[in-house]
């Protein structure tokens, strides 16, 4: 059996003074009015997994902040997950003497941040991916590597070490000196990482394909695919040199434009709506949403089914809301029959009325949680 989240801490965390509460595994829904801290608990959920959590913020701007107070405070958040063999618990907060500073513990010994992804790995949406279709192609890029990284964690290292090394290049070339000895170094280290980056893509997109097909669903199927991925040699070496060679011939017009124009950090995300005969952006407002949510399912299905992953925890804020009744139940049911622990929000109880008996509701206001649904 895989871990769920049971308890969970909140300390000074956004607009929470403190929170301590008993899920028992189950799913959960969230209502109350905006402002009322929904998505502040969703993104407490978000921050135990490496990175920024689901609105991007900096370790500092989590703490709860007093109208009087410059800082906020140093917070924490911790969850208690239950396993058929063991319990284990997580936590993460702010350093107290430095409120910049992140720390992590698992079973109150501090660890690198990546360890979280050995027992809990998480998956959300929130109303601002509704237009990931529309958004400029480096946003599609980062939400799509996110969730290569979600099953492949390595992904995140080598995307960090290619950025580090494309920086640097970008350097020599625009400041000099451009000296070629240490730029085949830069573009050898470019190859390589570049090519691991290529190959999880390629294999996340291949899986998330075949869950997509895999399901009948009240939501639409799409057609994924890789946009201009710097080469289509498959083959390592092949694809090694590939990246090499064209980080090459690429010097002089890099130089030239100030910025890194070949390469797979110039790779997009590409979304058609099979049905509808169309890309993703060309759908409604309502298709791309659609569109969107069943790649989060399939998302969801496929880390699910990795034997020696963490079971995922799915977040989805505000989603509801946006879905007609027939697809609202269905979201339901899906995130049912998957076995995923799923936690919601919305600001109308009635919105989670197909979810009664089955998760948790919870009415939110002012940071509180003052009345339950079971």
């Not at 403190?18 to 929904?38: E, I, Q, T, W």
């Not at 910049?100 to 990546?114: M, S, W």
């Not at 060309?282 to 998302?299: F, P, R, Y």
Request: hydrophobic letters at 40%; proline letters at 4%; charged letters at 30%.
């Amino acid at each position: 059996m895989k871990a769920r989240i049971h308890a969970l801490s909140l300390t000074d965390f956004r607009g929470y003074d403190r929170l301590d509460v008993d899920l028992a595994g189950r799913s959960l829904y969230l209502f109350g009015p905006n402002g009322a801290g929904k998505t502040n608990f969703l993104e407490a959920i978000s921050v135990l997994n490496p990175g920024r959590g689901l609105r991007g913020a900096a370790v500092s701007d989590l703490g709860r902040r007093l109208p009087q107070e410059v800082r906020g405070r140093a917070w924490g958040v911790s969850v208690e997950l239950k396993r058929a063999e063991d319990d284990i618990r997580i936590g993460t907060g702010s350093d107290p003497r430095n409120l910049e500073k992140r720390l992590v513990r698992i079973d109150q010994q501090t660890v690198p941040a990546g360890r979280l992804l050995d027992h809990i790995r998480l998956v959300w949406l929130t109303p601002a991916q509704d237009r990931i279709f529309l958004e400029a192609r480096a946003e599609r890029l980062r939400f799509y590597d996110r969730l290569v990284f979600a099953a492949t964690p390595s992904h995140a290292t080598t995307v960090n070490a290619y950025e580090k090394a494309l920086r640097e290049r970008l350097r020599l070339l625009v400041q000099g000196p451009a000296d070629a000895v240490w730029l085949d170094a830069l573009e050898e280290r470019l190859a390589q990482t570049g090519s691991e980056m290529i190959a999880a893509r390629r294999a996340a997109l291949a899986d998330l394909q075949a869950e997509i097909e895999a399901h009948e669903s009240a939501f639409p199927k799409a057609d994924l695919g890789l946009i201009n991925e710097a080469s289509d040699a498959h083959e390592p070496d092949a694809l090694n040199n590939a990246l090499r060679e064209g980080f090459a011939r690429a010097r002089a017009r890099d130089s030239a434009a100030g910025r890194s124009l070949f390469g797979p950090h110039r790779t997009d995300l590409g979304v058609f709506h099979r049905e509808k005969d169309r890309p993703a952006a060309d759908c409604s407002t309502g298709e791309q949403k659609a569109l969107v949510l069943n790649l989060i399912l399939a998302q969801g299905s496929r880390l699910s089914r990795v034997k020696s992953a963490p079971n995922p925890v799915v977040l989805l804020d505000e989603v509801a809301a946006h879905l007609d009744p027939i697809r609202r139940a269905a979201l339901f049911d899906e995130t049912d029959r998957l076995g995923l622990q799923t936690l919601f929000t919305g600001t109308d109880e009635s919105l989670f009325d197909g979810l009664f008996g089955r998760a948790l509701g919870v009415r939110v206001e002012g940071g509180h949680w003052v009345e339950f649904r079971d």
